[in-house]
Structure formats: C-alpha cells, structure tokens
Nanobody
Framework: VQLQASGGGLVQAGESLRLSCRAS????????MGWFRQAPGKEREFVAG????????DYADSVKGRFTISRDNAKNTLYLQMGSLKPEDTAVYYC?????????????????WGQGTLVTVSS
C-alpha cells in the first residue's frame, strides 16, 4: 500500500488548509485511516482518526472543533480540513493506514505511513 499526501504549505494564523491523502496498491477490503503530526523537536502525535465507513471519527483535544477528518472510499482518499490554524499547528503531517474497520490513537497500530506534508503557520 502506498500513501500519497498533499496540500501542505505556508499559511497565516487563522487561515484554513486542506490536506489530502490517496491510498493505492493492494488495499484491504476495509481499512481505517488517520493523521499524525510531528513538530520540530517533538514526538509524533495523533491528530485525527476515521473508521472505514466514515461514521466514526476522533480528534486530539488540541484540534477538536478546528479540524475535520473525512474520506471518500470511491476515490481511496482521506482528507483533513484544518481551520483557525495556529502557529503551534506547524508540523509535518502524516497520513496513516491500518487494515480493519476501526482507527486507533496508537501510532504503532498503523501498517503504512505516507511521506508527510509540511504545514507551516506563521503568526
């Protein structure tokens, strides 16, 4: 399975950005996806997760109410709509994939990782 993330860039505080991640290759019949991020000098952290149907989602407290995760299974594509961005959201964002129906907050439970896309929020 290959994950290709896109949509990162430089924005000002308060602006919005949408990340996309397309899965290709031998994907499972059902798979959950999510986003993690890693800021300079910090551990990689969970941002959001979504189950196979898209009906169940989860967010880190730091992004709840500002970010929205969604997916289009017909296009094998995952999205992260980010609003009211803050300088502390600056990080490399990684999309992740795990076979099965449910997402996880634990990074070791994901089978595949995208290459990462850089989001920089200036104050």
């Amino acid at each position: 399975v290959q994950l290709q993330a896109s949509g990162g860039g430089l924005v000002q505080a308060g602006e919005s950005l949408r990340l996309s991640c397309r899965a290709s290759g031998r994907t499972a019949s059902t798979y959950a996806m999510g986003w993690f991020r890693q800021a300079p000098g910090k551990e990689r952290e969970f941002v959001a997760g979504i189950n196979w149907s898209g009906h169940s989602t989860d967010y880190a407290d730091s992004v709840k109410g500002r970010f929205t995760i969604s997916r289009d299974n017909a296009k094998n594509t995952l999205y992260l709509q980010m609003g009211s961005l803050k300088p502390e959201d600056t990080a490399v964002y990684y999309c992740v994939y795990r076979a099965g129906y449910y997402y996880s907050r634990i990074r070791d439970e994901y089978d595949y990782w995208g290459q990462g896309t850089l989001v920089t929020v200036s104050s």
